[in-house]
């Protein structure tokens, strides 16, 4: 089993930055992509981010693409989601996931049913201010 647990939400004002991590335990992040997911109240689950086993392939939803940076480092089972520009409808609950079946296509990870993601962490909020 993975354990996923994600921090770094906050409010921040319109135009800041914060930077998410999803610290991952129990295996390794080796063996799965990792994706951002966001929620917001309303909404249906969206893929934001998604970066692959090895951290050589990435994914970015339209919508944050140039402002938003996924990263990993595999040695603390670390992924990171580095948020510039934030914008009032970055406005969500951030969950990070794994999946194991798209461990290496990070686009499937995050533009597939959000059902079929292998672990899940508990969210964190983020709130952009206008």
Known sequence: DVQLQASG????????????SCA??????????????R???GKEREG?????SSGGSTYYADSVKDRFTIS?????NTVFLQMNSLKPEDTAV????????????????????Y?????????TQVTVSS
């Open 9 to 20: 939400g906050g409010l921040v004002q319109a135009g800041g930055s914060l930077r998410l």
């Open 24 to 37: 991952a335990s129990g295996s390794t992040v080796d063996d799965y992509a990792i994706g951002w997911f």
């Open 39 to 41: 929620q917001a109240p």
């Open 48 to 52: 934001v981010s998604c970066i692959s």
């Open 72 to 76: 990993s480092d595999n040695a603390k």
């Open 94 to 113: 951030y969950y990070c996931a794994a999946d194991h079946t798209y461990a290496d296509y990070p686009r499937g990870a995050c533009q597939g049913d």
């Open 115 to 123: 059902h079929g993601m292998d672990y899940w962490g508990k969210g």
